[in-house]
């Protein structure tokens, strides 16, 4: 039998073949590659993802440095070593941010508000020793596409002689936009000078704003034209001192000086504004010869007017327009109409009278065209402006028709008058439409509470004056109205009155006097208070409230000849209020005097 060889060493080393099924090994150099291909694969996409995410960054800081519309304030550089509580970089930029903010407030609402950033560390990105920063950059980009936003470089410095200090101030990228500011050493001049930056800077960003600012500072002045005048000069020397105060106080010299420089730069925005600006300083002027000449009062009336209907043709859509005008139009009308107090009474058509009040309505038909001229097609906000308008035309035009009535200019009610009653009705319905479509401010529930006061609703007269002196504390008018409204509901009420409703009324009157008056005299207000009291059903309430008023409580300091007109109002309220308070303690001793009915203990559940 044949023996098969054995096999050679050479053949058991040899390795077995693919087909066999056995898997190759991985060398640590092809593991390296793989690692190394992986990291590369995700450096790249990382690069990519920040390349993207930083350019998506600068886009969008360009499309908000374009889009938002405000001010930028660059670091106050502040030189002020020796001053005691000088402001430091950050504080000078946000006192001047805060005066800006201020400024922009005396624009009316449809002018835009310019958002101010004074921060003077932003979160900023920049390379060392690269000329620009992130933010920088992106400021520049913005710039090439027009839409930078003002910036405001300011610097504050110590003047040696005179003693005090001065303010430079530029905007970046304008040229010729610089203005200096100075201020004596005063305890406010830091205040001062800040203010002039900001005033200064909004000035050079949009005129028109800081011309309505500069006008209400110089409107406050432009007052009191006779004062001073001594009371024996001629007639022809009182003229002239007249002639010479206007023309002091009531120059507004700033404001049309800031007004040449809207038409200066010639923006179609601004343009329409102008004559609206105007028409404010003759407004300001007719107030202030309120009393004192009424011709020259009623032609600043007539040139206000004109401006205010050349700036509504402009703007047709204008709330602020459209309000002023008419407003213009009823302050004439009410000027011609308090014409009419002292001059005798006479239903002929030639008398001066006559004359006043045919003047007086032909001014409110006037304004009323111009309201029924408006379109009908309008915004809730425009609405409501037009029906408040033409409720409280109506209601003038009511005062018109009750003075021919009652041959007297003094207010009175509609009580008994179905024709004004239903005037009446007409106005408050308007009022009530207005305050549904729109935010309500406290003037037009004034206006709507005397509406309802005129027509013998006194409980909702007073509510209305409530609501207005929530609205604005500080006004005194709304709570004054209040009293006088529940005078009047004691007063055209039966007689004797309701205790209750006398002795509220009282109380509302020193109310008034405590909290919110500005003084006296209050010669009207007395008499209706005395007038409520004659119909109490004792005459010793009237009767003693009079001879209170004659003869007041003896002051313990007697004031001066030279007292101040604002000292002597004040002790007018005091008066006034004494004497009501003591009326109001002879009705609460008649009340716990007399007989009452017993009261039972009530049974709690």
Same mark, same amino acid.
């Given at each position: 039998m044949?023996?098969?060889? +054995? ?9 077995a073949?693919?087909?066999s099924?056995a ?7 092809s ?5 190394v ?10 690069v990519s993802?920040?390349v ?17 519309d ?12 020796d001053v ?10 946000q ?16 002018w835009r508000?310019l958002?101010? &950033? ?17 933010r ?7 710039g090439m596409?027009g ?7 300011a610097?504050?410095?110590v003047?040696?002689?005179p ?10 990228g ?9 201020a004596?050493?005063?305890p406010?001049a ?5 203010e002039?930056v900001?005033?200064?800077a909004i000035?050079f ?13 110089? +409107? ?5 034209l006779?004062a ?5 000069i ?20 700033r ?5 040449a420089r ?13 004559p ?20 020259q009062?009623l032609s600043?009336l !007539? ?5 205010f ?14 309000a002023?005008l008419i ?20 239903q002929d ?7 006043q ?8 038909a006037?304004a ?12 809730d906000?425009l609405?409501?402006?037009v ?5 409280y ?6 005062m ?8 007297s200019g ?10 004004e009653?239903?005037m009446?009705?007409?106005?408050a ?5 207005a305050?549904t ?9 004034v ?8 027509s013998?609703d006194f409980?909702?007269?007073?509510e209305?004056?409530l609501?207005?002196? !929530?609205?604005?504390?500080? !006004?005194?008018?709304p709570?004054l ?6 005078l ?12 209750? !409703?006398?002795l ?8 008034y006097?405590?909290?919110?008056? &500005?003084?006296g ?17 004792h005459?010793?309430?009237?009767q003693?409230?009079?001879?209170c008023?004659r003869?007041?409580? +003896? ?5 001066s ?5 604002e000292?002597?109002?004040w002790k ?29 203990? +009530?049974?709690v559940?």
């Open positions: 044949p023996i098969d060889p +054995a096999p050679s060493p050479a053949s058991e080393a040899k390795p073949s693919p087909a099924g898997k190759p090994t991985t060398s640590a150099y593991l390296f590659e793989d690692v291909r992986w990291l590369e694969l995700v450096r790249k996409v990382a993802v920040a993207t995410v930083g350019v998506s960054l600068v886009a969008i800081l360009i499309f908000r440095e374009g889009w938002k405000g001010i930028v304030i660059e670091p106050v550089i502040v030189q002020l070593p005691k509580g000088a402001p430091t970089s950050d504080l000078a930029a006192q001047i941010a805060k005066q800006i903010d201020l400024i922009q407030r005396a624009g009316v609402s449809e508000k958002y101010v &950033d004074q921060s003077s560390n932003p979160i900023d990105l920049q390379l060392p020793g690269a000329p620009l920063s992130l920088a950059s992106v400021r520049e980009i913005a596409f839409a930078a936003r003002p910036t405001i470089r610097s504050i410095v003047r040696a002689q003693a005090g200090y001065v303010a430079s101030i530029s905007m970046a304008q040229l010729g936009a610089r203005a200096t500011c100075e004596g050493d005063t406010t830091l205040d001062e000078i800040l002039c900001a005033l200064s000035a960003i949009d005129p028109k704003v800081a011309a309505s600012y500069v006008f209400a500072a110089e +409107a406050r002045r432009c007052s009191n006779d001073g005048v001594p009371p024996e001629p007639i022809v020397a009182r003229e002239e001192w007249r002639i010479q105060g206007r023309r002091e106080r009531c120059a507004f010299a404001t049309q000086g800031l007004i809207i038409l200066e730069r010639g923006r179609d925005e601004d343009l329409p504004w102008v609206y600006v105007y028409g404010r300083i003759h407004l300001a002027r007719a107030a202030a010869l309120s009393g004192l000449d009424r011709p009062q600043e !007539d040139q206000a007017i004109g401006r209907g050349e700036s509504l043709g402009h703007m047709p859509d204008s709330p602020t327009a459209l002023i407003d213009a139009y009823v302050r004439k009308g009410v000027s011609i109409h308090e014409g009419t107090a002292g001059l005798p009474w006479s058509r030639a008398s001066q009278v006559q004359w009040l045919y003047l007086a309505e032909s001014t409110f006037d009323v065209k111009k309201l029924n001229a408006i379109p009908q097609r309008r915004s906000v609405d409501a402006l029906r408040r308008l033409e409720g035309l109506i209601y003038r035009q009511w018109l028709i009750a003075h021919r009535r009652s041959q003094n207010v009175s009610v509609a009580i008994g008058h179905p024709e009653m239903a009446l009705a007409d106005a319905r308007r009022y009530a439409t305050a479509k729109s935010a309500a401010p406290a003037s037009l529930f206006e709507w509470g005397n509406v309802l006061r005129a013998g409980g909702g007269a007073a209305k004056y609501r207005a002196a !929530d609205l604005d504390p500080t !006004d005194s008018t709570r109205n209040t009293a006088v409204a529940f009047d509901r004691v007063e055209y009420g039966p007689t004797p009155s309701d205790r209750l !409703d006398l509220i009324a009282l109380g509302a009157a020193s109310d006097l405590s909290w919110t008056s &500005d003084g005299p209050y010669p009207s207000f007395s008499r209706k208070i005395e007038n409520a009291l004659g119909r109490s059903g005459d010793e309430d009237a003693g409230f009079a001879s008023r003869a007041p409580p +003896a002051r313990t300091v007697t004031p000849p030279d007292t101040p007109d000292v002597a109002r007018e309220a005091a008066e006034l209020k004494y004497c009501i308070d003591r009326a109001i303690e002879r009705i609460n001793g008649r009340i716990i005097a007399g007989d009452r009915a017993p009261v039972r203990p +009530a049974k559940r």
